[in-house]
């Protein structure tokens, strides 16, 4: 079977400076994968690149058999493909349920738009109590919720996620991944980014670790939380 | 002074105001979603003007009704001044996109320039005088005169804004420019072409100058290459009273524009007329350089 999202010598570079070196992953249909590492390893890069915000210097991206590579993101989400950026990206002044409506922009079936809106609030209560609200005026954890929620109504066959866990406390966190387990649980294929290796690998089928733009272990999460040199460089010890 | 004098003022205030108005968004929408000004905006203003005007005299002599012929000149005037403002966006401002900011601005200047001089050569250094397709014969209303071409332009206004309004706040394309306004990456994962919202946007606004500069036109019953950019600057100026960026403070600010005009002209000699303008936009700068309406910049950091 070929995988859902083949990622194969990736390069990525700001100006000369490569941020990401000839990386290679894939991303199996009905995964959850993560990719986890320190600040400045190279992770968002690499969702910059997959998601069409900047352009690989090298390396391709398959998507269910097809050379996405370099294609503008707007054009991505026909195909299935949608990214929670980091820093949630809502859009502050609109209000939450504008923001889950742009999640569907690209979409013309006003009638079930609208249902799985529903189903958004259902499955995230808080957002519901809020719709009318303005999405800067909703709390970090809030914003993340909706952020996740206005992907979801892309109805996207691969969900990429971009540190859903940064700057929450720990109650928020949980939630958040209740959330993503719920959504994975539903079968949408999860490329999660995250630091916090502990949550993301316990949560993960698979996961890699990148540091400073090279992908240096791989492997199942499981293993991955056992192995001394995650222990020692994420895991504290 | 007299009260009825004051009211008189007022009701030409707001009649030239809805016209500043209508200029007005179209140099906000483009800053809103690119943080641009489109110092062409006035000479699309006054190509719509002549488009209509050569349209409508063309149509009368050929026996057209003049209600049609000013509705059709008016539609086609909308269609050629909406590509040329996307064309504009296209040819000279998209490429520079990512460029410093002084760089899409001197830009603009050039094809200010430039869309003069096209008019020039297309329609040529002439004053026109406009036909009087809608009555101008003056109302009695108590005491204050009006005619039902200035009723037209009032009531015509005030619509456009509404449906402007209600476009960009309850329709998807509308909520997608809000979005593009807001954040262009984060529209693009949303699925949003950016550059097609653009587009629309410098089209819309354009068309809705075309409609003002017909108004302009129609009121003083004269057009000319040169009238963009008098037209152009006290808009640009009613923007920024306003707070550029927001609709709103367009509206208000060329509404305010037109009556401290106005009613200022109770008080000055008419040439002095346009100091108006430009004394209200130094004050604003300098008390409330965000607009009375508009949000500090600061904040879309
Ligand atoms: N726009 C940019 N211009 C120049 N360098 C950049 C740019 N964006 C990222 N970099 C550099 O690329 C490297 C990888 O950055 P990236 O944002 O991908 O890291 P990250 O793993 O997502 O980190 P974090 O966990 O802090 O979000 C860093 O050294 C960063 O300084
Ligand atoms: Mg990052």
Redesign the pocket.
Known sequence: MSALLDVKQLE?A??G?K??KKIDFHVDEGELVTLI????????????ALSGLIKPVGGTVTYKGQDITGIPSHALVGLGIALCP?GRGVFARLNVHENLLMGAYARNDKAQILREVDEIYTMIPRLKERTAQLAGTLSGGEQQMLAIGRAMLAQPKLLML??PS?GLAPLMVEKIFEIINLIAKRGTTILL?E?NAQLALENAHRGYV?ES?EITLAGDAKTLLADPRVKAAYLGG | MSIDVLLQQIVNGLVVGSVYALVALGYTMVYGILQLINFAHGEVVMIGALTALVLAKWLLGAGVPPMIALLLAILIAMAVCAAVGVLVERIAYRPLRNAPRLAPLITAIGVSIFLQQIAILVFGRNYFSFPELISKTPIEIGHITINMNEIVILITSVALMAGLLWLVHNTKIGTAMRATAENQKVAGLMGIDINKIIAITFAIGSALGAIAGVMVASNYGQAHYYMGFMLGLKAFTAAVMGGIGNLWGAMVGGLILGLVENVGLIFVRGDYKDIFAFVVLVAVLIFRPQGLIGERVAERA
């Open positions: 990525v700001y100006g400076i941020a990401i590492g320190a600040n400045g390893a190279g992770k968002s890069s690499t969702l910059r980091e971009d540190e940064m980014i630091q990148l733009g």
